[in-house]
């Protein structure tokens, strides 16, 4: 069966040849993992390169300690999806990070405290989600390895100030970005001919939208924006809009959350199984082990889409909140 690999998948590829080092090499199989289109021509593909990514990871944590010192830049995803916010110095990165997660950056009300990544976990009812507070994006001096993180991120939240000119603030912060080839991936058909580019999912995250008396900026700023950007404000301070903002990235990040559930027992509702919208039956089996895919013999299902314990095919397409009883 044909692959149809698009032509990002190819220069993709050669990244990952060209690579040096155990993790710029993980950082490209990542890449591809996100690039492969999900069908049954590309499972053998996909499956080879999920072995190469868990060797890759063996190894370097193999290596970890025996004298190598490891890269502040270089933060394992944990969770359902790791979130980069980015920005210029002083919109508040470090007071959203610290107001909904356990970190505790550095917050001051001068420019440039943050000097290197600081990640936390987000709880986002029982599941959590990983955000990453970075250094202030400056075209003048960037590390090469922030913008390394950035590109391994599932999505990024662009914080702009609602207090100081936010529309130049997001063109500045887009500018540096595209300029190192990241791009939203919600304008993905305007650079269709343009090779070697990253698609990522942006979300403009307007802070310090205090009170009331800030929604008529925050109309003027969309307005302006044209409906080009999804957007929503919140506030650090005040915690307005956070629940709300929680839902709109849980939503964003296209993931579903998958109970399993053993013969004859109850379900296990305190860790669910994270997958991407679209993930099948079979997804499910190699999340939960690596060879129950092969091994699979029946599945029962209960869910909004089925009866309850119906008898479901391997390629059967999972929704939110399901329940699954695996046979092997």
């Not at 999806?81 to 001051?108: D, H, R, W």
């Not at 100081?164 to 887009?174: G, M, W």
């Not at 296209?254 to 997804?283: C, M």
């Amino acid at each position: 069966m044909a692959t149809n690999l698009p032509p990002e998948y190819y220069e993709a590829d050669k990244r990952y040849r060209a690579a040096k080092t155990p993790g710029e090499k993980i950082s490209c199989i990542e890449e591809l993992l996100r690039i492969v289109p999900k069908h049954k021509g590309t499972d053998k593909l996909r499956a080879g390169l999920r072995k190469r990514l868990s060797k890759l990871k063996t190894t370097a944590q193999a290596k970890k300690g025996t004298g190598k010192r490891e890269s502040a830049f270089r933060i394992e995803k944990e969770g359902a999806g790791q979130v980069v916010l980015v920005g210029p110095a002083n919109v508040g990165k470090s007071a959203l990070v610290s107001a909904l997660t356990n970190a505790t950056p550095e917050i001051a009300n001068f420019p440039h405290t943050t000097w290197k990544p600081t990640p936390g976990m987000m709880p986002m009812e029982n599941i959590q989600i990983q955000l990453v507070d970075t250094p202030p994006l400056n075209r003048n001096f960037m590390e090469p390895e922030l913008l390394d993180l950035i590109r391994r991120s599932d999505y990024i939240l662009v914080v702009v100030d609602l207090h100081t000119d936010p529309v130049h603030q997001l063109e500045d912060s887009i500018a540096i970005l595209q300029e190192h080839r990241i791009m939203p991936d919600h304008l993905k058909k305007l650079y269709s001919e343009q090779r070697g580019l990253i698609f990522i999912p942006f979300l403009v995250l307007t802070n310090k939208f205090d009170d009331e008396n800030f929604d008529e900026n925050f109309e003027i700023f969309s307005e302006l924006l044209e409906n080009e950007w999804p957007s929503i404000p919140v506030s650090a301070t005040t915690g307005r809009n956070l629940e709300q903002f929680k839902m709109m990235l849980f939503e964003q990040l296209e993931i579903i959350r998958v109970y399993s559930k053993a013969p004859g027992k109850e379900p296990d509702y305190k860790e669910p199984f994270i997958l991407k919208k679209g993930d099948t039956v079979e997804d499910f089996a190699r999340k939960v082990h690596q060879d129950f895919a092969s091994k699979l013999k029946t599945a029962r299902l209960w869910g909004t889409a089925v009866y309850d314990g119906q008898l479901v095919q391997r390629d059967h397409v999972l929704s939110d909140s399901d329940i699954l009883e695996l046979q092997i």
